[in-house]
């Protein structure tokens, strides 16, 4: 089976390896260009194409595929390969209409959410801000809409209770390999049974923002926990910015923002519970354990924090 392969970030590298690693035929690669980055802007390539150039497999990076001579030159290369299927993880740009009827066995898409729930861009991280106890990947037909396309294979997983969007990340990337292998496994052995997605079911995960991330004491321990497993809280601390990027609930509870275990780094939240901070980062300083940064900063009970 000819494949090409659409996607960009680090959640996108481990379907892209397990194709190589099951011996399929990868005449390209699409994914983003190059991007600068650090102090002195240098270029660099998107995890997908380092993956990518390990297997010596050639990569394209067109800018768009809807427009401009990137586009014809993409629609001609794709049309050279004349590829069995193309598969989508993650790639960061909408496929036209022509792509995806190009290919004998279409377009494959895997995402990160058990369909028609948490389509859209940040499936990981609204499941975890909504509370959601599961969530899975779904590998799925594409079309025009937005993750609307029949439903193929999903795979579920219980989320942890204290679980970062991180963690949860990487587990559903390793899950979505095997999602990919065994939908085109079905593929060749015409056993899909592919599923109509419930509209009245779905939900969309819009993309995160920057201002979701400031912790609202006022609101139940579990959303505060939830903001900081799902996107990394921060709040002021002494007027300065604390990261927070792991946190647990705890029962002890106070005025709302304030510190109520001065020794666990406790704050007290809305609803009578309060929130243990593990890891915090505080501005200026490294990422760490609350007991480090503790050593070598004092807090005091009743401090607000915010």
Same mark, same amino acid.
């Given at each position: 089976?000819?494949?090409?392969?659409?996607?960009?970030?680090?959640?996108? !590298?481990?379907?892209?390896?397990?194709?190589?690693?099951?011996?399929?035929?990868?005449?390209?690669?699409?994914?983003?260009?190059?991007?600068?980055?650090?102090?002195?802007?240098?270029?660099?390539?998107?995890?997908?194409?380092?993956?990518?150039?390990?297997?010596?497999?050639?990569?394209?990076?067109?800018?768009?595929?809807?427009?401009?001579?990137?586009?014809?030159?993409?629609?001609?290369?794709?049309?050279?390969?004349?590829?069995?299927?193309?598969? !989508?993880?993650?790639?960061?740009?909408?496929?036209?209409?022509?792509?995806?009827?190009?290919?004998?066995?279409?377009?494959?898409?895997?995402?990160?959410?058990?369909?028609?729930?948490?389509?859209?861009?940040?499936?990981?991280?609204?499941?975890?801000?909504?509370?959601?106890?599961?969530?899975?990947?779904?590998?799925?037909?594409?079309?025009?809409?937005?993750?609307?396309?029949?439903?193929?294979?999903?795979?579920?997983?219980?989320?942890?209770?204290?679980?970062?969007?991180?963690?949860?990340?990487?587990?559903?990337?390793?899950?979505?390999?095997?999602?990919?292998?065994?939908?085109?496994?079905?593929?060749?052995?015409?056993?899909?049974?592919?599923?109509?997605?419930?509209?009245?079911?779905?939900?969309?995960?819009?993309?995160?923002?920057?201002?979701?991330?400031?912790?609202?004491?006022?609101?139940?321990?579990?959303?505060?926990?939830?903001?900081?497993?799902?996107?990394?809280?921060?709040?002021?601390?002494?007027?300065?910015?604390?990261?927070?990027?792991?946190?647990?609930?705890?029962?002890?509870?106070?005025?709302?923002?304030? !510190?109520?275990?001065?020794?666990?780094?406790?704050?007290?939240?809305?609803?009578?519970?309060?929130?243990?901070?593990?890891?915090?980062?505080?501005?200026?300083?490294?990422?760490?354990?609350?007991?480090?940064?503790?050593?070598?900063?004092?807090?005091?009970?009743?401090?607000?924090?915010?």
């Amino acid at each position: 089976m000819k494949i090409v392969f659409m996607g960009t970030p680090d959640f996108s !590298v481990p379907c892209l390896k397990a194709l190589a690693e099951n011996k399929y035929e990868i005449p390209a690669v699409f994914t983003q260009p190059d991007k600068p980055k650090g102090r002195g802007y240098k270029m660099i390539p998107p995890p997908v194409k380092a993956c990518a150039l390990e297997y010596n497999i050639p990569v394209y990076q067109p800018l768009s595929l809807r427009k401009g001579d990137d586009a014809e030159k993409t629609m001609e290369i794709l049309k050279n390969i004349s590829p069995d299927v193309i598969i !989508v993880v993650a790639y960061g740009q909408i496929l036209p209409k022509e792509i995806l009827e190009l290919p004998e066995y279409g377009c494959i898409n895997i995402h990160a959410s058990l369909l028609p729930q948490y389509r859209g861009a940040a499936p990981i991280q609204r499941c975890i801000l909504d509370g959601m106890k599961k969530t899975g990947v779904t590998s799925m037909m594409m079309e025009e809409g937005l993750d609307t396309g029949d439903m193929l294979i999903s795979a579920e997983t219980e989320i942890g209770e204290n679980e970062t969007a991180s963690e949860l990340h990487d587990r559903l990337s390793e899950m979505g390999a095997k999602v990919l292998i065994e939908t085109l496994k079905a593929v060749e052995n015409d056993t899909l049974e592919p599923k109509k997605q419930d509209d009245e079911k779905s939900n969309y995960a819009k993309m995160i923002t920057k201002d979701m991330s400031l912790l609202d004491f006022n609101k139940s321990a579990q959303e505060v926990h939830n903001v900081i497993r799902g996107i990394t809280g921060f709040t002021m601390l002494d007027g300065k910015r604390l990261k927070i990027y792991r946190s647990c609930i705890s029962d002890r509870s106070g005025e709302p923002g304030t !510190v109520i275990d001065e020794k666990n780094f406790t704050v007290a939240c809305g609803d009578g519970r309060g929130v243990t901070f593990l890891e915090v980062q505080y501005e200026g300083s490294k990422r760490m354990t609350s007991d480090n940064f503790l050593r070598g900063r004092k807090i005091t009970k009743g401090q607000k924090l915010g």
